[in-house]
């Protein structure tokens, strides 16, 4: 057989490697703009158009490059940041693999402008896929200018798997808040289709978190500062009333280099521990100092994690540097979460009937419609009381009708729909009458074949689910007006996340008088949420949303509904009267889909009489 094994030209070569350096328009800004950083610049401009699909330019005034430079920068393994392997345990740049620019001219439109001091003219540079198609002589200031332009030209599967301009635009804020709280030195501007939004003068670390999170941000800070042979630790911490749902302002660096570690993260919380609830998240700006041939950094380009030599130490000490700033700022003895007594308190839902006087009128209430769902009471903790047939209601409007509103009128065991409900499993309810609950935790009730033990939380976040969807999609959530509108703070990024699910916020009953850099007024709340949980609700809702971005409305829609429905429901542990969990149980099986919760998990389990009688053998 003939050799059949050739090396792959440059340009293929680059292009794969582009593949791994470059995701999307967030790499190839973090890496313009740590070449900027290593090039010594101190003031930095960052200008993109269209979450960077369109443009991403950054100009810097650092040492610029020579005609020759500028060419050979573009070579794979071309670097000026190190000459031996040696170097790369005394690292002081943030590149030095030289494969980022080879990358990003593979997959994209270059344009280069540099001027080192002492030239007086500079070069321009254009390069399209690998190819440098002009090169002139040009005027321009000291410094180096990329101007990239339609990434992933030629890679058209890549470029349709960007999302949104505003998702990748927030990938891009994420690299730049990044790089920006890590060299508070460096003044930086950021443009996004011509509009500033952000502008960092030259500062100290204080500083640079207020001018990017917002001058509330001041008060919260608590700073941190420990120095042993080991490491250097500096920074801040949020006082613990101000932690967070959302995990949002959670920064480490190491050598000004941002890094991810859970280990790390680890540490902080367990500082943390006893002091903040435990679904909060502690929010940290926290720079590490440590040698550079005790780390070793040689990993991934796209990845930020990194390894410590001795890791447990640098564990330790920052755990006990939290804790010294914690003590030390006397936010310790300020909470008392005995005298908190929502934290102990069962779920207050009896408070909640207070609130929820409501009738509700299903237009399409049919008597003879075949399914009927049944309820002989309902409980306001549940109020409403049944989404059947919801879905039907966007999608088309024909369709099956469900039976909605006239729960207290029918009794329960004459219900037919019982075997309708359960039709695959040959079950029905006998009578819910008798229901207790269990360890506060699980609503116990019989039916014909045996009896059956629910969930109490899933079972309710799964009414509330089905609830929230219906009212976002077919618009008809009812707001509840506030005698005096609400304002909540936020990060700018947290505004600019409110404002790009506010379609669904107002369909579910939200109303807002204002949306501002740093906070919105709310002037009503749907029914279902309690004045005092929007902040709350709000703060997971962000949370949940920058986890997992949404693609599309619907989507969008759900991710809203699941995290009301899981901030709102009833949570294990909370003792319900029996009203509440009739009203449950009933509510329950109106659900278009009763059996497992919003998140996947099974609601209820069923015991059935020949069960009981094998563990009698
Ligand atoms: P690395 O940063 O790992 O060295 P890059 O591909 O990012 O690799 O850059 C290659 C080289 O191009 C750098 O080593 C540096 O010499 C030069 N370079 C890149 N960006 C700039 C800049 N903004 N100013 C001056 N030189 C630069
Ligand atoms: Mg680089």
């Known amino acids: 057989m003939a050799d059949i094994i050739q090396l792959l030209p440059d340009h293929v070569a680059n292009q794969i490697a582009a593949g791994e350096v470059v995701q999307r328009p967030a790499s190839v800004v973090k890496e313009l703009l740590e070449n900027a950083i290593d090039a010594g610049a101190d003031a930095i401009k960052l200008i993109i158009k269209d979450g960077g699909k369109a443009l991403i330019q950054v100009v810097d005034n650092g040492v610029g490059m020579s005609a020759t430079d500028a060419r050979l920068s573009f070579e794979r393994h071309a670097t000026s940041k190190i000459k031996s392997a040696d170097d790369l345990f005394c690292l002081h740049t943030k590149g030095f693999r030289g494969e980022a620019l080879a990358s990003i001219a593979a997959i994209a439109h270059v344009e280069l402008l540099t001027r080192t001091e002492e030239e007086e003219l500079g070069v321009q540079l254009k390069i399209e896929g690998s190819k440098i198609s002009s090169q002139e002589p040009i005027v321009t200031p000291k410094g180096t200018s990329f101007c990239i332009k339609n990434l992933f030209f030629n890679i058209p599967a890549r470029r349709n798997f960007l999302k949104s301009n ?44 207020v001018n990017v999170f917002g001058s509330k941000t001041n008060e919260k800070l608590v ?30 660096f190491v050598n000004n280099r941002f890094i991810k570690s859970p280990y790390l993260h680890h540490a902080v919380v367990s500082a943390f521990e006893g002091l903040i609830k435990s679904e909060n998240h502690p929010g940290y700006f926290l720079y590490l100092d440590v040698d550079p041939a005790s780390i070793d ?81 309902r409980s306001s903790a549940y109020e409403k009381p049944s989404t059947k047939g919801w879905e039907n209601m966007y999608v088309g409007l024909e369709s099956k009708v469900g039976k909605e509103s006239d729960f207290s009128s029918v009794s329960f065991e004459s219900e037919t729909i019982t075997g309708s409900i359960f039709d695959n499993q040959a079950e029905a309810i006998d009578t819910v009458s008798t229901t207790f609950q269990l360890k506060r935790k699980y609503i116990v ?173």
């Open 166 to 209: 505003q998702v990748e635009f927030r990938h891009i804020t994420d690299e730049f808040h990044r790089v920006a709280l890590a060299h508070p030195d460096i003044q930086f501007h950021f443009y996004n289709n011509g509009s500033e939004i952000f502008h960092l003068p030259k500062s100290n670390y204080r500083q640079r978190i």
């Open 223 to 252: 700073p941190v500062e420990e120095e042993t042979q080991v490491v250097k630790i500096s920074g801040f911490i949020s006082k613990p009333e101000f932690s967070k749902k959302s995990r949002g302002e959670q920064f480490f």
């Open 297 to 377: 950094i040689n990993i991934h380009p796209t990845k930020t994690e990194i390894k410590f030599d001795d890791e447990h130490t640098v564990y330790a000490l920052l755990r006990s540097a939290i804790k010294h700033a914690l003590g030390q700022f006397n936010v310790v003895p300020a909470l008392d979460f005995e005298a908190d007594q929502n934290l102990e308190t069962p779920y207050d839902y009896k408070a909640k009937l207070a609130e929820v006087p409501r009738v509700s009128v299903d237009a399409s209430f049919n008597p003879f419609a075949e399914e009927t769902p049944k309820a002989s009471h």
């Open 445 to 617: 009730t019989t039916i014909k074949s045996g009896m059956i033990i629910i969930d109490q939380s899933r079972a309710h976040q799964r009414v509330l689910y089905e609830n929230f969807l219906k009212n976002i999609t077919i618009k008809e959530g009812v707001s509840q007006q506030l005698l005096f509108p609400l304002q909540l703070n936020f990060s700018s990024t947290e505004v600019h996340i409110i404002k790009e699910i506010i379609d669904s916020l107002i369909n579910l009953g939200f109303a807002f008088d204002a949306i501002e850099e740093e906070y919105v007024s709310i002037s009503g709340v749907p029914l279902l949420v309690p004045e005092s949980e929007v902040g709350m609700v709000l703060d997971q809702l962000i949370s949940d949303y920058q986890m997992d971005t949404p693609e599309d409305s619907f989507s969008q829609s759900d991710i809203v509904a699941k995290t009301l429905s899981k901030t709102l429901a009833v949570k294990t542990g909370e003792q319900l009267d029996s009203e509440s969990q009739l009203a449950l149980v009933n509510n329950l099986f109106a659900c278009k889909e009763f059996k497992i919760s919003p998140f996947n998990k099974p609601i209820y389990i069923t015991l059935t009489g020949e069960d009981i009688d094998k563990k009698f053998f």
